[in-house]
């Protein structure tokens, strides 16, 4: 039984709602990082859906998946460093209090 294409749609249409509206209202920057992560990977299962979807037999869409996955890693890994550094430097992660390079 194959799943259709619809369901993999709304499911990642509902995490990429999610992880736009925890980047627009949240305040914290881990909690950016992670909304930035949902959002990933909605776009991951929207590749996985149209590779099953239009040609099982090849593995396309998986292989995007699989450096949508690196790339978001490296992301996450980069980000946390420069939260962390921000966070030695001012006590706070707080996103609105982040004006370091305002004159």
Same mark, same amino acid.
């Given at each position: 039984?194959?799943?259709?294409?619809?369901?993999?749609?709304?499911?990642?249409?509902?995490?990429?709602?999610?992880?736009?509206?925890?980047?627009?209202?949240?305040?914290? &920057?881990?909690?950016? %990082?992670?909304? /930035?992560?949902?959002?990933?990977?909605?776009? #991951?299962?929207?590749? $996985?859906?149209?590779? *099953?979807?239009?040609?099982?037999?090849?593995?396309?869409?998986?292989?995007?998946?699989?450096?949508?996955?690196?790339?978001?890693?490296?992301? &996450?890994?980069?980000? %946390?460093?420069? /939260?962390?550094?921000?966070?030695?430097?001012? #006590?706070?992660?707080? $996103?609105?209090?982040? *004006?370091?390079?305002?004159?």
């Amino acid at each position: 039984m194959q799943v259709q294409l619809e369901y993999f749609l709304l499911l990642g249409a509902a995490l990429f709602c999610i992880g736009i509206y925890g980047l627009v209202t949240s305040r914290n &920057a881990v909690r950016v %990082l992670m909304s /930035i992560e949902l959002m990933l990977n909605a776009v #991951n299962i929207n590749f $996985m859906g149209f590779s *099953n979807y239009l040609d099982p037999a090849n593995i396309k869409g998986q292989v995007l998946v699989v450096f949508v996955i690196t790339v978001a890693a490296a992301e &996450a890994a980069v980000g %946390l460093a420069i /939260i962390l550094a921000i966070y030695r430097n001012r #006590n706070t992660i707080d $996103m609105e209090q982040f *004006n370091l390079l305002k004159w």
